[in-house]
């Protein structure tokens, strides 16, 4: 009998279907299309380990199966080479970024290609090509021409370690979210690009895709939309007049002080006379450095300090006392606003400085409405809570009369309708070398002009030193030949921008590369990306909910508005994986020593298929879970008892004429349950059903020894279900049976529903995601019923004895999974 070898069979398949190039799509109309992407990769020096390739294996499997169900599946891979670590490394170690990468991208594909993944890499793009950044500089060049890319001088992040400006969403917690170090605040010359002119449609468009409301909720956050009104009132004792904006409005007469943020520019002109000037202009600083350090927080310990100055309300409040406070925005709204009982941060705030509070919206329930009224708590239910004033309003449910009390604020001149964001301009320049020139000529003449179209793409010199000066500018300021240059208006002397673009350029459009990456003459051929786009499955992490795929669905708006393409939302389903955890459940990281590689695993014998099944079969996709290393054993045991089985059927050369009806049932029931769970990317769910199946098998076995004639089509069938999940072992035991097309092009197999009717299923019972019994039971048992049998079950007892159970998943009619603690 041939011994299951994955050392040996892997690669002979992996050059294979290298040779043949099976997997390359084209623009065939005939089938529907399909394109699966995994979040573009940085190749980095450190090696994949087995978090990294849950990523790409769901991605995978995903390609595969639609492969077989007849789509025209596009599923490319490139890398998104530009950014801080090369350069970083290249400064260490004196090897140029470009060299770093190049060692790095040839590492990260060999590992790739060794876990069998399907990609078409004919299609394969890397953002540090010049033919590529060539079109992401065009891009700049095109949000320049709309009015969407200018340059300001700014306060903006600035990380003294990697010396370089950050975008706001790259900073957490006052720290840079690439080296971990402290940053503070620098006045630079920079470019942005306008993503507050698409702020409304970001939103709204949101509910146009099939995100995850988790994900849907952070960029609505980020994004930060409000309805409110602003209010025009006269600082006493001054010539000043202060807006202040509320989003909750429907309160107004409820108002009794005012915040204004601690680095407002109005702040200085406010306080300046005051008695206690300098003391407020001192915590305001000590406040926005505190901010600045560790990053806004809507903390419940607020702070504050009053400037000594008051408002008169137009509203009829009287004089409001303005005060800083901690959790005021100097860029939402007007940065001052106006601040009521009604609102929890507003309510902490006076209660902590002893400012008067006034209700003037209550429950109904006058129970909660006594309290209310004694200050006791905070109410804020804008929609259903009942106003007394003004008296206009008197009596009326907030929520059904908004409208009304806008018009009667306008009617009265109180105040204005305004619409509010908190998201910012997108930054996108960085004083670094590795990454894209901006395509920019500054002249004394004509200011900044761009670069001509037919001289891109504006290409990165070779340098020798990459250390940034600090002064700024990136390393390119010191080199005069690319600097100086021409103006293309005037022909006179001029320099080139030397900053370069955020990564996060590159990655906004790389989707749409993959549908014409060899174009020289464009971006992309329209006709390809409407063939091939949107994107029907997008893979990776949360991490970059609101810098990468907020800025992709920004450029492709405005790719849709140049009429480059016709739709304007580039992801139509998001799968946001959860991560694979060390043993122990720690975060997988290089600097802790705890990375698991799938070299390792491969070489000791367990074979790229046997990661694969684990990677998926360990629990739900979206969920994380620790890594098991006995877990990778079990699974290859699962690999040996299938090729064992197709051995042991080849051996025996039979042939049989009485077809059985055991054998046709358990097929079908298994398509159905595998086919099913693939539709809902029920990995681990449709893995055990094929186990289960497998153990069936070798009882049907122990009876007949191979005598019924459908033996064959049930063993096909079999290695088809598993193919999109163990690539390499079905392909080869498919030649084994005869076939001598690819698997992978075979058409997946369809149940026939005579078949289905069972009055028993077996439930897979987990502890903590792993495999601990199977149950027999009538099907359609209840939740109760089931977890009874499971925690009576010999096995399962020693697994939950003397712990506690704290959630049980039950999916009917196939698995109940018991967390334990």
């Known amino acids: 009998m041939k011994r299951y070898n994955p050392k040996e069979l892997e690669p002979k398949w992996q050059k294979s279907w290298e040779d043949s190039k099976i997997y390359q799509a084209t623009e065939d109309k005939t089938k529907p299309k399909r394109y699966v992407l995994e979040y573009f990769p940085y190749p980095s020096g450190a090696a994949m380990h087995v978090g990294h390739v849950r990523n790409y294996t769901i991605g995978d499997a995903i390609a595969r199966y639609n492969r077989m169900r007849g789509h025209n599946v596009l599923y490319p891979m490139g890398w998104d080479a530009f950014g801080l670590p090369a350069e970083n490394y290249a400064i260490k170690t004196g090897v140029s970024p470009k060299e770093a990468v190049a060692k790095n991208v040839t590492h990260f594909k060999k590992q790739l290609m060794q876990m069998g993944f399907s990609y078409d890499w004919s299609r394969e793009i890397n953002s540090t090509d010049p033919e590529y950044y060539k079109w992401t500089q065009w891009f700049f060049l095109l949000l320049h021409k709309r009015g969407l890319a200018y340059q300001k001088e700014s306060l903006q992040w600035w990380c003294p370690h990697d010396k370089t400006v950050l975008a706001n969403e790259q900073v957490e917690n006052g720290k840079c979210w690439r080296c971990g170090h402290e940053v503070e605040k620098k006045a630079l010359e920079q470019w942005f690009f306008k993503i507050t002119d698409y702020a409304d449609r970001l939103a709204k468009d949101l509910d146009d895709v099939n995100w995850s409301e988790s994900i849907k909720t952070m960029q609505r956050n980020w994004i930060g939309k409000s309805n409110g009104m602003v209010f025009t009132s006269p600082v006493k004792n001054t010539d000043l007049l202060i807006q202040t904006f509320s989003a909750h409005f429907e309160a107004f007469r409820a108002d009794t002080f005012v915040v204004i943020a601690p680095d407002h520019?109005?702040?200085?002109?406010?306080?300046?006379?005051?008695?206690?000037?300098?003391?407020?202009?001192?915590?305001?600083?000590?406040?926005?450095?505190k901010r600045d350090s560790e990053g806004y927080v809507d903390e419940e310990d607020v702070e504050g300090i009053f400037t000594g100055r008051y408002t008169e309300d137009p509203v009829g409040n009287g004089e409001l006392p303005i005060w800083i406070a901690s959790y005021a925005l100097s860029h939402y709204g007007t940065g001052i606003v106006k601040c009521s009982v009604h609102d929890e941060r507003d309510f902490r705030f006076a209660k902590k400085y002893n400012i008067k509070l006034k209700p003037v919206l209550f429950p109904s329930d006058k129970k909660e409405a006594e309290k209310v009224k004694n200050l006791e708590i905070c109410y804020t239910d804008m929609q259903n809570g009942v106003l007394t004033e003004p008296k206009e309003f008197n009596g009326k449910i907030a929520g059904q009369v908004r409208e009304e009390i806008v018009k009667y604020l306008e009617d009265e001149q109180l105040a204005t309708a305004q619409t509010s964001y908190k998201i910012r301009d997108w930054l996108i320049s960085r004083q670094r070398y590795w990454g894209a020139p901006i395509p920019i000529i500054?002249?004394?003449?004509?200011?900044?002009?761009?670069?001509?179209?037919?001289?891109?793409?504006?290409?990165?010199?070779?340098?020798?030193?990459?250390?940034?000066?600090?002064?700024?500018?990136?390393?390119?300021?010191?080199?005069?030949?690319?600097?100086?240059?021409?103006?293309?208006?005037?022909?006179?002397?001029?320099?080139?921008?030397?900053?370069?673009?955020?990564?996060?350029?590159?990655?906004?459009?790389?989707?749409?590369?993959?549908?014409?990456?060899?174009?020289?003459?464009?971006?992309?051929?329209?006709?390809?990306?409407?063939?091939?786009l949107p994107v029907d499955d997008y893979i990776g992490g949360a991490e970059h909910a609101v810098m990468h795929l907020l800025y992709a669905r920004f450029w492709t708006k405005v790719m849709f508005d140049e009429g480059l393409i016709s739709f304007e939302e580039p992801f139509t389903t998001l799968r946001n994986h959860g991560m694979i955890l060390a043993p122990d459940g720690q975060k997988m990281s290089k600097s802790k020593g705890n990375t698991i590689e799938p070299d390792g695993l491969i070489s000791q014998g367990y074979g790229a298929d046997s990661i694969r099944l684990m990677e998926l079969f360990i629990g739900p996709w979206n969920q994380s879970v620790n890594w098991s290393i006995e877990g990778v054993g079990g699974v290859f045991r699962f690999l040996q008892r299938v090729w064992t089985l197709v051995q042991e059927y080849l051996e025996t050369g039979k042939n049989g004429v009485k077809e059985s009806i055991e054998l046709t049932k358990l097929t079908h029931q298994t398509i159905y349950k595998v086919s099913k769970d693939l539709e809902n990317l029920g990995f681990n769910t449709a893995?055990?059903?094929?186990?289960?199946?497998?153990?069936?098998?070798?009882?049907?076995?122990?009876?007949?020894?191979?005598?019924?004639?459908?033996?064959?089509?049930?063993?096909?069938?079999?290695?088809?279900?598993?193919?999109?999940?163990?690539?390499?072992?079905?392909?080869?035991?498919?030649?084994?049976?005869?076939?001598k097309d690819s698997i992978h092009t075979s058409k997946w197999p369809v149940h026939d529903e005579k078949y289905l009717k069972t009055d028993k299923s077996t439930i897979v019972v987990q502890i903590n995601g792993k495999v601990r019994a199977n149950l027999e039971m009538t099907a359609g048992s209840g939740e109760d019923e089931v977890l009874t049998k499971a925690k009576a079950d010999s096995n399962v007892k020693t697994y939950i004895e003397n712990k506690k159970i704290a959630k049980t998943i039950y999916i009917k009619d196939k698995l109940i999974n018991l967390v334990v603690k």
Not at 267 to 272: A, F, G, M, N, R
Not at 728 to 739: A, D, F, N, S
Request: proline share 8%.
């Open 265 to 289: 520019p109005f702040l200085p002109e406010l306080v300046k006379g005051t008695k206690t000037e300098k003391e407020v202009l001192d915590f305001a600083d000590k406040m926005t450095k």
């Open 442 to 532: 500054h002249c004394t003449k004509d200011g900044a002009v761009p670069v001509p179209e037919d001289q891109l793409p504006v290409e990165l010199p070779d340098l020798k030193s990459f250390e940034p000066s600090g002064d700024g500018r990136s390393p390119l300021a010191n080199v005069p030949e690319f600097v100086d240059t021409t103006c293309p208006k005037c022909g006179g002397k001029a320099e080139r921008e030397t900053d370069t673009m955020d990564g996060f350029a590159c990655s906004s459009w790389y989707f749409l590369r993959f549908a014409d990456p060899n174009n020289d003459k464009k971006a992309f051929d329209k006709d390809k990306a409407e063939f091939w």
């Open 687 to 739: 893995i055990a059903s094929l186990m289960e199946a497998t153990n069936e098998l070798y009882k049907v076995k122990a009876k007949d020894d191979f005598a019924a004639k459908n033996w064959k089509d049930t063993l096909k069938t079999l290695l088809q279900l598993l193919a999109p999940f163990a690539p390499h072992i079905t392909e080869e035991l498919w030649e084994q049976m005869g076939e």
